[in-house]
């Protein structure tokens, strides 16, 4: 996600510095950058002139210290609490006062990132969709902590990425995942019971609901690591059965099958 959001906000016209935890995997990012802004320009959806300024305006690093001079920081690490508690700590001390500190989590309580910060007025949620190019919509969270003033910031910011910005309160799921998870865990247990095969339960909600996606394609597009810590997140907080993550999605990530990102999910991405 981290890289989609680096690329829509290139394309917007803001300088991007782009922090991952080692500088290989930051240049590894703007490689894959590189190479999808080339494809763009192959297609025709893109000038060649406006790929070089693109990429001109996104930098890499691995030192959170670079970070300092941003107005606006997107946290798009692993959907994991505490992983995301101690980088909004490295992030507060690092980042220059006044700017804001966002998290694209799909779930997790904002309102938990803003209070280890000394800034909580200014920590607020930006929810890109996968892929973040292509995917118009952008949910904006205001934990009960937000100033108003950051809410409009990262609302105008979004627009300014040509996306459509909507107003959420700090719930787990916000609105889309709240809605979606429930459907996607329940195609789950469908395959799990017998009820029919992957690609026919696919089949029939393309088929069906006009969906472009499938559920248990949609699952491996997400990832099921990201899926199963989005259900617990919803659980956790709801203690909804429809939130009750199926078994077998615990193990197919405990086996490391983990959607097209690992090559192996409900579907085989290797052959
Ligand atoms: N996958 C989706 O469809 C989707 C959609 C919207 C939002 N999100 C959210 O975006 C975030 C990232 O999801 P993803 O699917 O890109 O996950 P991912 O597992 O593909 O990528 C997470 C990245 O974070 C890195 N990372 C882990 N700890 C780090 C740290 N301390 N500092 C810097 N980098 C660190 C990992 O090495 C990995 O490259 C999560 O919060 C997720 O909920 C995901």
Do not use: W
Request: include cysteine; charge should be negative; proline fraction near 4%.
């Amino acid at each position: 996600m981290g890289s989609g959001i680096a690329e829509v906000a290139a394309k917007a016209g803001f300088d991007v510095v782009l922090r991952s935890r080692k500088q290989e995997t930051a240049d590894a990012t703007i490689a894959k950058l590189e190479k999808s802004l080339a494809k763009q320009v192959e297609r025709g959806k893109l000038e060649a002139a406006d790929s070089e300024a693109i990429l001109a305006r996104v930098s890499g690093t691995a030192d959170v210290a670079d970070l300092a001079d941003c107005d606006l920081v997107i946290e798009s690490v692993v959907e994991d609490l505490e992983t995301k508690k101690a980088l909004f700590r490295e992030l507060d001390a690092a980042v220059k006062d006044g700017a804001i500190l966002a998290t694209n989590t799909s779930t997790l309580p904002i309102v938990e990132l803003a209070v280890v910060t000394n800034r909580p007025e200014l920590v607020v949620g930006v929810h890109f969709f996968n892929p973040a190019p292509a995917m118009k919509l952008v949910e904006i969270i205001s934990p009960i902590t937000a100033a108003e003033s950051t809410t409009a910031a990262v609302t105008e910011f979004a627009s300014t990425c040509g996306k459509n910005p909507v107003a959420v309160q700090d719930r787990a799921g916000f609105i889309v995942n709240a809605l979606l998870f429930p459907y996607l865990n329940n195609a789950i247990r469908m395959l799990e019971n017998g009820t029919a095969n992957r690609e026919d339960i696919d089949t029939a909600m393309k088929g069906g609901c006009n969906f472009p996606m499938g559920p248990l394609e949609l699952l491996d597009l997400v990832g099921l690591d990201t899926s199963l810590s989005i259900l617990d997140a919803l659980y956790d907080e709801f203690r909804d059965p429809n939130y009750a993550a199926a078994p077998v999605l615990r193990r197919m990530v405990t086996a490391g099958l983990l959607g097209r990102k690992s090559g192996k999910g409900f579907y085989d991405y290797n052959r």
